[in-house]
């Protein structure tokens, strides 16, 4: 079964240093891959994704995100944090069927230290 | 210029309720979603209309009951609420071509059931 995982529940990191979450996926094709910020309180924003092509992607607000195809990996890094980065990260995959359905990672928090 | 939009923002209500969540999307999109998230933050999709279509019903309770009246709408009616009920319900939308595995997210539904 397609699965999701990001192994990090809670990432702690110190405003300016770089960030990488990561993200594993189980799905036998090449999956559409996604990263989706969630600020507190407020809904799911998309910050990037990958269809085909170039393998890394760029996104909003800095971020960026290589799929490894070999390692069955989108991680999401960005090269200098800054305080209003702190909210939940996910990662989805949509499998390609008609119906469109997201399977989620289960998240990960960041916190940012002045 | 809300994209995706979901009425109400909050909702707290007694056990054994009936309640609606209303969701709209002004993008034109063909397809929209409701997916649940729970206390742990795990996303997991509920339903999905294209053009007023039912497409994916995962299993949920039959409590649940989405309509959509037309494809810009798509409402989620919950009879009898239950405690496990409580969580934050988002609506999404993607289009047909163009961008179709793209969604977009609405800011959520926080549902508390007392």
């Known amino acids: 079964a397609q699965s999701v995982t990001q192994p990090d529940i809670h990432i702690t990191v110190s405003e300016g240093a770089s960030l990488e979450l990561r993200c594993n996926y189980s799905?036998?094709?090449?999956?559409?891959l996604f990263w989706y910020v969630q600020s507190p309180g407020q809904g799911l924003q998309l910050l990037l994704k990958?269809?085909?092509?170039?393998?890394l992607v760029q996104g909003i607000k800095g971020f960026e995100a290589e799929f490894k195809r070999s390692q069955s990996s989108f991680n999401l890094r960005k090269p200098s944090v800054h305080w209003s980065d702190a909210a939940e990260y996910f990662c989805a995959v949509r499998i390609s069927s008609n119906t469109g359905k997201l399977i989620f990672g289960q998240g990960t928090t960041l916190q940012v230290k002045p | 210029d809300t994209a995706v939009s979901q009425t109400p923002k909050y909702l707290v209500t007694q056990m054994g309720n009936d309640k609606s969540i209303k969701c709209e999307q002004n993008l034109g999109h063909d397809t929209m979603y409701w997916y649940k998230q729970d206390s742990k933050k795990f996303l997991k999709i509920m339903f999905s209309?294209?053009?007023?279509?039912?497409?994916i019903n995962e299993t949920v309770p039959n409590r649940f009951s989405p309509k959509s009246p037309d494809k810009a709408h798509l409402n989620l009616h919950i009879n009898s609420l239950e405690l496990g009920d409580s969580a934050v319900y988002f609506c999404a939308s993607s289009p047909d071509s163009g961008d179709s595995e793209t969604q977009y997210f609405g800011p959520g539904t926080r549902l508390l059931v007392l």
């Open positions: 990958y269809f085909s092509g170039d393998t």
């Open positions: 799905y036998g094709a090449t999956p559409y």
């Open positions: 209309y294209n053009n007023k279509e039912l497409i």
